[in-house]
């Protein structure tokens, strides 16, 4: 059974790898210098000399760490951009840490490692969902589960561009997957949810969205254990979060770089409540017409999903854990993108719509 999950599991490590190979033609195009990015991606153009300067040797160290560190793109947050600049630390070492006027010749390399992220991210995310529901048990229903997330258009849309999505959405499946294997244990898995639910919430805010999800789970230890451990559970889940944050956002232990990275999040969160400069719709309908039917397919896939997750909540004592998780973060997330969001972009949908799809693969339904 061992060597079969393990034959198993290598064969869709081989599938992923030529997956992840697929993108590197498309992902090399657009990007023979800065300037291009504007007319391809406004997005990738806007951070790129960020992720340049953070890679840039200045005249002293303090100035090159302040490079390092004052990235001054605040719409995402740190864990996005310093694991950036990691991934192209061997192509600017190569160029000496030249600033960005000087290693214009580099920009296609440079462009093509930072979006090849995308794909290996959310490689790794629909991994850990597929794993928490097949356990990858049997191959034919593993692969056609993983398959169904990764062919999935805004998916396969977002893996052609250098953005932080498919990170929040990796934090966002290890904090459900931490918490599956957990298992009400609060144990070093318990551990492990709080730091990467603080990561999700310090790269795209997305990690508070599990609040709903945290609530449920510790009232159901103190169905078991009482006050006295659920509120020492709650604080630790809570200080190693804030910790977190704090950790992998070192600016906000800064008075005046705090301030800015606020004010432009509370700015952020006002414009995609109205729509990008341009007011637009809110409700589930505009979104439905508009991006969803096009980006993660008709509704009734959705409703497929809901249903397999419901039935496992109800039915499945082995998955029943996994369904509540999933449903207490995808729901009030929903909620708002559908009702306070008037800005439609497919990949806001991203960390609600993977995990919720993960629930296709659920191996009752292939037997």
Known sequence: MLHRRHLITGTIIALMVVYFLVFIP???????????????????????????????????LSETLRNLFVYQHYYYGYP??????????????????????????DTTA????????????????????????????RLVPSLLALAFLLAVPAVFDNNLWW????????????????????????????????????????????GF?????????????WRRDGWAATLKRGALFAGLMALT???????????????QIIDIQMLQNDRIAFGWDVAMERGPL?????????????????????????????????????????LTFVLPMSIYLL??????????FLPVMLPLFAALGYEALYT
């Open 245 to 259: 944050i704090i950790i992998a956002n070192p600016l906000l232990l800064i008075p005046t770089y705090a301030r």
């Open 339 to 348: 009702f306070f969001v008037a800005a439609p972009r497919a990949r806001y």
């Open 110 to 137: 440079i462009m093509t490692v930072l979006r090849q992220l995308s794909p290996l991210f959310m490689l790794a995310a629909a991994g850990l969902l597929v794993y928490c529901w097949t356990g990858f048990k």
């Open 286 to 326: 505009p979104w439905y017409r508009q991006t969803l039917r096009q980006t993660y397919g008709y509704w009734w896939v959705y409703a497929a999903a809901l249903a397999a997750c419901v039935w496992a909540a109800i039915a499945d004592d082995k998955r029943r854990w996994l369904a509540v998780i999933t």
């Open 163 to 206: 953005h932080p999505e498919s990170l929040t959405v990796l934090f966002v499946a290890l904090t459900i997957f931490a918490l599956y294997r957990d298992n009400l244990r609060f144990g070093r898995w318990f551990i492990v949810a709080a730091i990467a639910c603080g990561l999700s919430a310090g790269t795209k805010l997305t």
């Open 80 to 105: 996005f951009y310093v694991i950036s600049a990691a991934a192209i630390l061997p192509l600017r070492a190569a160029a000496q840490f030249a600033p960005v006027e000087a290693s214009l010749g």
């Open 26 to 60: 498309p992902n090399l195009t657009g990007a023979q210098n800065p300037n291009m990015l504007a007319a391809f991606q406004i997005d990738e153009w806007l951070q790129y000399p960020h992720v340049m300067r953070m890679t840039t040797q200045a005249d002293t």
């Open 209 to 221: 969205w599990f609040f709903l999800t945290v609530a449920v789970y510790l009232i159901e230890g």
